[in-house]
Structures are given as C-alpha cells and as structure tokens.
C-alpha cells in the first residue's frame, strides 16, 4: 500500500490510446526507469500492435529506477526495464527475463596530448566515486588493456556535468562520460581513447518480473517476452526507429539522431539483440554489481546469488525460435505517429 501511494505522488502514468476493443485486452502494466528512450521498446511494441496481438493492452509508469524495482516488487507493476540485481541480493525474488544490450555506455576521454591508454599513468582522472558504476567500468577497463589502476591519480567530481567540466578546463586529464558529453568533449579538441564496450560488458535489463509471475502466469509472461522483443528487433534491426527517437528524444536533425541510434546499437551484440546474454557476461554483471554493493555498503554480510536466481531467458529464447520459424521480419514495419 505505502509503495502505491509513493507512486501516486511521484510517477507519470501515461496509457498508450486504450481503442475501442481495449475492454477484451488485458492490461499490463510497465514500469519504465525514466521516459524517453528507455520507454521506447515499449512504445514501439505498442505503437506497431505488437502487444494487442498477444490480447494485451500496455500502460507505463515513468519513474526513477530504484522506485521501479520497489513497484514491480510491491505488485503495482507487473514488468520493468529496471536494474533489479541490487534488490535481488537484498533478498528480493526477481528476474531479468529479456536483455536489451551487453556493453557499457561510457568512453574514457582525454586530454588531447594523450594518445594511448598507457600514457594515462602518472595522470589524473576524474571519478564519480569509488563506488560508481563509472568507475568501476573504467577499473576494468584498464586491467583489460594493461594499465595499473595504482599509476593513475583519483580524484573525485560526483556526476558527468562536473567531470566533463574538470576535462575541459584542465583540471584533469581524462575521465569516463557518457556519448553526449564525449561529442561536446571532442567537438573542442578533446581525445576518445577507448570506448570500453570494445573491452568489457555491461548487461542492460530490457524486462524484469517477478518470481511470482513466473510461475503463477507463464502464459502472460511469453506473450509480454514476444510482444516487448518483437519492438527490440524492430530497434535494432529497423532503420524507421530512428523516427521514434527523434519523438522521443524532441530532436529534429535526423542526422544526428541517426548518429545516436548507431551508438546505441553498438551496445548490444548479436545474442544481445535477441534479448539473451552469454554466461560469461551474466556472471561478469552479478560480480560487479555484489562489489559496488560491497564498496558502497549495502551488500548484506555473506549474501551470493546465482546466474538462475537473476536471470530467466527460456521465455526470450522460445520467444525468438517462434518468431524465427514464422520467417517474421521487422523490416516490414514503419514508424506510426503519436496518437495516430
């Protein structure tokens, strides 16, 4: 009950053009971490007709990430996109039942009288904290390529803004961002050294539900996995998504929103894109969540989870073989305008 009403003071519901037939779909509903283009998969799946032909009709709630997980937990929601591994070593029985990328999304910039990795040694770098997932990306990042962590100098900044205004004022001399502040960075001179997707993963949950649902609805839980991975094909896949985040994003230069739908798609590799993720990556992301935990403080004493306590893709994995054997093709669909 206290979740509900925290959701009713804090959230943004928006419901996707209920038709006149919605009375016989039934009704699921999202929670989304944030609007834009983490809604999108939904919206695309909604927008093409994707879950009205599995007899369901979508709504999502647009919220913070921590309060997304708190929603899908206190039964509020039935499915989110949120990063739900935290609440799992707190005890919480969920599961990532689609994967939507398996890279990060940082680059590690620098100075322009940088040119390789290995002259970051003596040099200072910017960081979120030592706890912050940038960081982290960045740690593994260097042990990939050779470079000792104990050579470079930490500083501390706290968020982007202010570690990309430490880079381009000279305060340091490289630091982890994200791709909008990488091509503010660049476009005056600054250095991209290494894109860390190219090095190391990062598992980006597409879908998570609970255990609950797993077992109490498997039925609704393919056709939710079906109708959602059918609108990640379509990302991926389907140059017309670019017209969805141009909406998404209120952006006009298709140029370069194309720009950012390439980036994007360079996050997720082939079995990504299928909405799975190898065992090596799964276990990679758990280890890495458990040590941010651990370095932040909010890991329980002793806690371990395992792969099949995190992640379910039986749902996915069946989902795509019948879309496969139905020859069905993404490339067939075009963008549909808002409220059309």
């Not at 999108?40 to 994707?50: A, M």
């Not at 390439?262 to 990556?281: F, K, P």
């Not at 329980?300 to 020859?327: H, I």
């Amino acid at each position: 009950m206290k979740i509900k009403i925290a959701l009713i003071a804090v959230i943004i519901i928006l419901s996707f053009n209920p038709s006149p037939q919605a009375q016989s779909l039934k009704k699921i509903i999202f929670s989304a971490k944030g609007g834009g283009e983490a809604m999108l998969p939904f919206v695309i799946s909604q927008r093409l007709g994707f879950y009205k032909e599995e007899g369901l009709q979508s709504e999502v709630v647009v919220t913070r990430g921590t309060i997304a997980t708190q929603a899908l937990i206190g039964g509020s929601v039935g499915y989110s996109n949120a990063a739900v591994l935290p609440a799992v070593f707190s005890g919480a029985r969920l599961k990532i039942i689609l994967n939507s990328a398996d890279k990060p999304a940082q680059y590690l910039v620098s100075s322009p009288k940088i040119t390789s990795l290995k002259q970051l040694a003596g040099k200072t770098v910017a960081i979120s904290d030592f706890s912050g997932n940038a960081y982290l990306i960045m740690r593994d990042l260097l042990a990939r390529t050779g470079v000792p962590v104990a050579d470079i100098k930490m500083r501390v900044f706290g968020e982007v803004s202010l570690r990309l205004n430490a880079l381009l004022t000279d305060t340091v001399d490289a630091t982890m961002l994200s791709y909008e502040q990488v091509k503010r960075a660049t476009a005056k001179g600054y250095r991209l050294l290494a894109y860390s997707g190219d090095h190391i993963s990062s598992l980006s949950p597409g879908l998570c539900t609970t255990d609950a649902r797993i077992k109490e609805l498997p039925d609704e839980v393919f056709r939710v996995v079906r109708a959602t991975l059918k609108g990640q094909l379509f990302w991926y896949r389907n140059s017309e998504t670019i017209k969805f985040l141009m909406e998404a994003l209120a952006m006009s230069d298709e140029a370069e929103v194309k720009d950012i739908w390439q980036e994007r798609t360079r996050r997720a590799s082939e079995i990504a894109q299928i909405g799975r993720a190898t065992e090596e990556v799964m276990q990679t992301n758990i280890d890495r969540v458990k040590e941010q935990m651990k370095m932040s403080g909010a890991l329980p004493k002793g806690k371990e989870v395992t792969l099949d306590q995190v992640y379910d893709f039986s749902f996915v994995k069946r989902a795509y073989d019948d879309l496969m054997t139905q020859n069905w093709d993404a490339m067939k669909y075009r963008y549909v305008k808002k409220n059309s």
